[in-house]
Structure formats: C-alpha cells, structure tokens
C-alpha cells in the first residue's frame, strides 16, 4: 500500500494506464473535483451513504477476483477481473469520501500508520461494519450463479448511477458519471451470458434456473431504503432507492424474456429485528470473504507495497 494525497486527484485527467488499484502509484480520477459538501448535507449521513455503495463494490469486486485462474474460459476470466477491477476502483472513491465527509468512521490503526482512509475502511472493519447488501456477498457457485447475481447488481447500480449524476454532492457525482459508463457494459455482458445460458443446452438452462431462484430472494433488499438514503434524497444528494423499481423490473423482463426464463416469486430473505446488510447483518459467507480479503493487511497493520 501506499499513501495517497488525494483520493480523487485524476478523474478529470487522462492517464496512460486507464485503471488503477489499491496501493498502485497509478492516478487517481477525481482530479478537480469540487470536494465541498453541501451546507445542509448531514455529514454523517452521507459518509454512511458512501460506505453502503462503496462496500456494495468492494465485495462485489471480491467476488469477482475469486474467478482468477477458474473462469470457463480465458476471455471470460480477463472479463470478469476486468469488471471487478472497474468496481474496485468506484470502491476506493466512495470509501475515501466517507472518510472525507465523516474521519470517526475510520479504523484507528495508529498514530503513525501510512495507510490511506480508503484502505483502512476496506481492511480493518470488522464483519458488522459493512454496509453492503447481502446479495454482493453471495459465493460465487457456478457461472450461471455469478452471471445471474452481476446482472441483478448491474441493473439494479446503473439505474442508481444514472440517477447520481445529478446529485448535489460534486464527489458523488463525478464518481457517478464514470461509473455509468462501466456499468453500463457490466449489464450487457451479463446480460448477455443469462440469454445465452438460458437459450442454451438443457443443462445449461437448468443452471440459469437454478441461478435465478438462489439470487431473487435478495432482490428486494436492494430496494429497502434506509434513512440515511432518504434523508439524502429529500436534499438532492442521494436517492430513494425504491424510486428504482421499475425501470430494474423492467429491464430484468426483457431480459429474462429473451432468455427464455422466468423470474421467481414468493421467497424473499427477510430481516433480523429489522436488521440487514445495510445495518451489519450478514451471511455467513461475508465472514471467510473478508478474512481471505485482510488477512495480509491484518498480518502487516503498517505494511507498505
């Protein structure tokens, strides 16, 4: 790892490498950026905002990572890494913000750690500390599982994104003009892969069923709002994510029509006391997710690479 002077230095600027990684030397992409929050934002909602999208990604990226040196085929190997790494690095910019808008947020390591917010917030939170939905926790399974989950996160993320572009936090929405157009090609190759699945083999058609009836029961956690998310969209920062329904339910129809399959009904995963991801209540599988995901850093607190 190693220390960054501003998260969001290189969005407006081009560089040679176009991507870039925790601990990398490469540029960041949110150079000039007007950083000021809004006078009548809450900071400590927003950075609350920021950690659920940003954990939404980081995990989502994590799972992704775990198709290296696995995926059916190299193509679709360099795909899928490459769709991690776009999510990785929308990861890194709504963790340093939460980090900017509220600093209590972040892992205290020590007085003379080197580690940027960013990085502390990814490493050194414990499993009840994460806000991201259950469904980007989910194991991998096989293809069809992990094509069916990208495409539910994708649709359901674009149709977010798009409506951020105009939110009043600058940050916010710099991060989520870059990020639409790489979710927008997330969509389309997922997508893409559920119809061919679909209209496939009839083994490949029962594993999109499969699929299907493993991911949908977290579909409606995406559209659960906290009251984080609707305070800031009662000012114009976030969005009330049930204002997103209808265009995800959409775009699944036609796609699922065009695979030739057919969403499930009925089962949804429901909460603790009221509880879910949004609020650090999680599977199982986000526990040995982070532990393979921090054991380095965890091992080296100060570590620098």
Not at 25 to 53: I, K, Q, R
Request: proline share 4%; glycine share 8%.
């Amino acid at each position: 790892m190693t220390d960054h002077d501003n998260a969001y230095d290189g969005l407006v600027d081009e560089d040679s490498h176009g991507q870039w990684a925790f601990g990398t030397s490469f540029d960041d992409p949110l150079a000039g950026v007007d950083t000021t929050v809004p006078d009548d934002v809450d900071l400590a909602a927003l950075a609350h905002y920021c950690l659920m999208l940003g954990d939404d990604a980081l995990i989502s990226s994590q799972r992704l990572a775990e198709w290296s040196t696995r995926a059916p085929e190299l193509e679709e190997e360099v795909a899928l890494a490459n769709v991690g790494l776009d999510l990785l690095g929308q990861a890194r910019l709504l963790l340093a913000r939460a980090a900017a808008a509220d600093a209590s947020v972040v892992p205290f390591i020590s007085e003379t750690s080197p580690i940027p917010a960013e990085d502390s917030l990814a490493f050194f939170r414990d499993e009840n500390q994460f806000r991201n939905t259950r469904l980007t926790e989910l194991g991998n399974g096989d293809f069809a599982q992990t094509v069916t989950r990208l495409l539910v996160f994708a649709t359901w993320r674009l149709a977010l994104f798009d409506r951020l572009r105009t939110s009043r936090d600058p940050v916010l929405a710099a991060v989520a003009v870059k990020g639409v157009k790489e979710l927008t090609y997330h969509r389309d190759y997922a997508a893409r892969w559920v119809v061919t699945l679909g209209c496939g083999t009839a083994e490949s058609k029962s594993r999109m069923e499969t699929a299907l009836a493993h991911v949908w029961p977290y579909v409606e956690e995406l559209f659960t709002p906290t009251t984080e998310e609707l305070a800031l969209a009662g000012v114009g920062v976030g969005v009330d994510p049930r204002d997103l329904r209808e265009e995800f339910d959409s775009v699944l129809e036609q796609v699922l029509k065009a695979a030739e399959l057919t969403a499930p009904t009925g089962r949804t995963v429901g909460t603790v006391g009221g509880r879910a991801g949004r609020q650090g209540l999680h599977t199982e599988t986000l526990g040995l997710l982070l532990a393979e995901m921090q054991s380095v850093a965890r091992a080296h607190p100060e570590g620098v690479w």
